[in-house]
Nanobody, 124 residues
Framework: QVQLTESGGGLVQAGGSLRLSCGASGHPLAAYVMAWFRQTPGKAREFVAWSSSFTYNGRQSFVVDSVKDRFTISRDANTVYLQMNALKPKDTAVYYC????????????????WGQGTQVTVPS
């Protein structure tokens, strides 16, 4: 099973940028859809973006509408990235990397491998 480790979180002022990274060990990422979710206290994890090595319904990546003008997902052979620009206080959350085989999903329960999360804090 692929093991995931996130990094790159931290405290950043509103309007700033962060790039989150998620490294994988155990398996090459090519066969996996990689995704980012985020979670704030007391709430369920919220889907943010996915990236695939394959084309699915005409796309290889997808970013949720609420952040698509500010966030970008990308990947290389062993790492998936989430570039976050123009950060806002409402982006404050623990960001989780996750993986599943082949088929993208926005549903948390359809992912089986999760990283430990990385905290992103944007003070108001």
């Amino acid at each position: 099973q692929v093991q995931l480790t996130e990094s790159g979180g931290g405290l950043v002022q509103a309007g700033g940028s962060l790039r989150l990274s998620c490294g994988a060990s155990g398996h090459p990422l090519a066969a996996y859809v990689m995704a980012w979710f985020r979670q704030t206290p007391g709430k369920a994890r919220e889907f943010v973006a996915w990236s695939s090595s394959f084309t699915y319904n005409g796309r290889q990546s997808f970013v949720v509408d609420s952040v698509k003008d500010r966030f970008t997902i990308s990947r290389d052979a062993n790492t998936v990235y989430l570039q976050m620009n123009a950060l806002k206080p409402k982006d404050t959350a623990v960001y989780y990397c996750t993986a599943r085989r082949f088929i993208p999903s926005q549903v948390e329960s359809e992912y089986g491998c999760w990283g430990q999360g990385t905290q992103v804090t944007v003070p108001s």
